[in-house]
């Protein structure tokens, strides 16, 4: 059982805007603004106690082009809010820098399932939450668009440096239909890792839905937010 359910509001971050991809594909792009460290401000002033950032760009190409954003993002929250950090992160060079612009925790997706020993190794630097991106269960990498080869229920037990996991369902994602209440209980009743939900969120009742489980840690929400669904503030009365 869980005691703390915290929620993320998320800033998805392409070519330095504030973006929301649908069900994770590159051509299906919606711009929510321009300038994220705003966005972030506004996260902060309404309580949140952590940040999600998603660098797209780095997902897609290994290049971190967001990194100075980041540092940004994670100064305004600084004190207040925690700022954790996923996309494009390969190795502890990456994490290095990141946790030197003041990110409190990197997301791992695709290279840890490649290499969960780098897991360990980046655990040592900065905590890690392991992305489990899935459609139908079936973990997905390089930036959603190749299957892993492995179940979600498989992959926890591969990870025993974890910090967390941030389980995904692809085919939910950005589409505001409700999440996967029931898929997510399953993967966390097969670890005593924390569980955090991505993906599918459209209203209030769904994160308090997700809460009410027990057994999960939060919540990601980012197009429900953008689209005006409920604000940081009323999600965060919600859950308390």
Wanted: contains cysteine; negative net charge.
């Amino acid at each position: 059982m869980n005691t703390t359910f915290d929620l993320y509001p998320a800033i998805d971050l392409r070519g330095g805007r504030v973006v929301r991809l649908t069900q994770g594909k590159y051509d299906n792009e919606t711009i929510y603004g321009d300038d994220p460290v705003d966005v972030a401000r506004g996260f902060v002033d309404a309580g949140a106690s952590w940040i999600h950032v998603v660098d797209l760009d780095a997902a897609k190409s290994g290049v971190g082009t967001n990194r100075e954003v980041i540092g940004r993002i994670a100064r305004v929250a600084r004190g207040v809010a925690q700022v954790q950090v996923g996309g494009g992160i390969r190795s502890i060079d990456d994490a290095r820098e990141l946790a030197s612009h003041g990110v409190s925790r990197v997301v791992m997706g695709s290279a840890a399932i490649a290499a969960p020993e780098l897991v360990s190794e980046v655990a040592k630097v900065v905590p890690v939450a392991v992305g489990l991106d899935h459609r139908g269960g079936e973990v997905s990498v390089s930036g959603w668009t190749k299957s892993g080869g492995r179940r979600v229920e498989e992959c926890v037990g591969l990870f025993p440096e974890a910090a967390v996991f941030v389980v995904t369902d692809i085919s939910r994602d950005g589409m505001l239909q409700g999440p996967d209440v029931e898929g997510l209980v399953a993967v966390a009743g097969v670890t005593n890792t924390p569980v955090i939900a991505s993906g599918g969120v459209a209203n209030i009742d769904d994160l308090v839905a997700l809460r009410n489980t027990g057994v999960l840690a939060g919540v990601i929400t980012g197009k429900a937010i953008y689209e005006g669904r409920f604000t940081v503030v009323e999600a965060m009365e919600a859950l308390r």
